[in-house]
């Protein structure tokens, strides 16, 4: 593992250009053979409300379970899929996969559990896009306020050309979430112009409260305006109690991170639901 590790952290400067394209085919083509073979599945890391400790939701993880190699984190071939345009009917699965599975949450009495998907800039620039989160939706007979959509700000420099998509998935009553906020390229213009519901502060600046001003003044920041401009904040990337506490303070109501649980199968959060989510029947 220290090999294959050591291996990967050397590509950048030794492998060449060949060697890397060979890579990519390689991953490109496992992904097919992936997808064909349902080496695919999600778990799931909960959201709590800060102030009660409720379980507020989960956000689906996608993993790539493969033969050989055991399992790859999306980190390592979400790139490649979305070089390659693979993206389109791996995205289409995690869509349709982490509906199912609310239905089946919601038939078991969590009504308004809500499930957070990753969605990549350009799944949003597909023209099939609507009309698969739209089935997705009717087919699991969901409500569309609990899905959340979550886009990662730093692929938003093309936003512009999603405009016209996010109006219509907020007509449809989805939530859109804009992930590792403080990282990327959206400008204040953006906030004002994009049907956005919920800002997730970046874990980069949750690790580092109480050990740097700066990154506490941001964070700081990140809360008070999305607080003022009516949008939901939550934190991803808590570890600790400390954190929890700083944010609260701070008037951040939401947050997941490993101090309350790591992604885990969706059984096994299904144990943390029984504990956690308030009056289900
Ligand atoms: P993300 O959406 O920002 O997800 C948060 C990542 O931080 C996850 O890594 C999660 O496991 C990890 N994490 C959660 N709590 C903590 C914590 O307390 N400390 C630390 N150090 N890490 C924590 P993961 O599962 O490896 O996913 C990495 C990224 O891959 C995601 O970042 C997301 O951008 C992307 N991704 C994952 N699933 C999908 C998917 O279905 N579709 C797309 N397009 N992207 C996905
Ligand atoms: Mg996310
Ligand atoms: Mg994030
Ligand atoms: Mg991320």
Not at 203 to 226: C, E, H, L, W, Y
């Amino acid at each position: 593992l220290a090999k294959e590790r050591g291996r990967n952290n050397g590509q950048f400067f030794s492998e060449n250009l060949n060697e890397r394209i060979k890579k990519k085919l390689q991953v490109e083509h496992g992904l097919h053979k992936a997808l064909e073979n349902n080496e695919f599945r999600l778990v799931y890391q909960p959201q709590f409300e800060l102030s009660t400790g409720q379980m507020i939701g989960a956000e689906a993880l996608l993993r790539w379970e493969h033969p050989k190699q055991g399992v790859i984190s999306p980190v390592d071939f979400i790139p490649v899929a979305e070089e390659t345009g693979l993206i389109i009917p791996i995205g289409e699965w995690v869509i349709n996969e982490a509906c199912r599975q609310h239905r089946y949450w919601q038939d078991k009495g969590y009504n308004g559990l809500l499930v957070a998907v990753n969605i990549s800039a350009r799944q949003l620039l597909d023209e099939t896009f609507t009309a698969t989160i739209e089935r997705a939706i009717h087919e699991n007979g969901l409500y569309p306020e609990n899905l959340e959509l979550e886009i990662t700000e730093s692929t938003m420099h093309n936003i512009e050309e999603s405009l016209p998509v996010l109006n219509r998935l907020k007509e449809m009553g989805v939530s859109i979430s804009i992930d590792d906020f403080g990282t990327g390229y959206s400008s204040l213009a953006y906030l004002m112009h994009l049907p956005i519901n919920t800002l997730k502060i970046d874990k980069m600046f949750i690790q580092d409260t109480g050990r740097s001003p700066k990154s506490d003044a941001i964070v700081k920041t990140i809360i008070n305006m999305g607080n003022n401009l009516g949008f939901n904040v939550i934190a991803e990337g808590i570890e600790e109690a400390s954190q929890v506490e700083y944010l609260e303070k701070l008037g951040c109501q939401q947050g997941q991170g490993y101090f309350f649980s790591r992604p885990v199968e969706a059984g096994e959060l299904e144990a943390i639901m029984i504990t956690k989510v308030p009056q289900h029947t």
